[in-house]
C-alpha cells in the first residue's frame, strides 16, 4: 500500500489490469523502418522543393532531414516498449 497525499492507494490486481497489444517484433520492424523512410521521403522532398522554389539549398537543414527520421522511427518503437 502506498501513501500519496494521505490516501491510500492500492495498486491494481494483475486480472484488473489491462495488457496492451504489441505487434510481433517482425511487424514492429517492418512498421519502424517505413516510418523511418517516410519521413526521410518527407524531408528530402521539402529540401527539393525548397531549393527549386527558392533557388537555394537550406544547407542548416541537411543534418537535420537526417537526423529526425531517426527519432521518428525510435519514438515510434518505444509506443510500444
Known amino acids: 500500500m502506498t501513501i500519496c497525499f494521505g490516501a491510500a492507494m492500492n495498486p491494481p490486481s494483475p486480472k484488473e489490469q489491462k495488457t496492451r497489444w504489441k505487434p510481433s517484433p517482425t511487424l514492429l520492424n517492418v512498421m519502424t523502418a517505413l516510418i523511418g523512410i517516410g519521413t526521410l521521403g518527407a524531408g528530402i522532398g521539402w529540401l527539393v522543393y525548397s531549393w527549386y522554389v527558392d533557388l537555394e539549398v537550406p544547407y542548416f537543414a ?20
Do not use: Q
Open 62 to 81: 541537411i543534418p537535420l532531414v537526417m537526423c529526425v527520421p531517426v527519432i521518428v522511427a525510435v519514438a515510434f518503437r518505444n509506443m510500444f516498449d
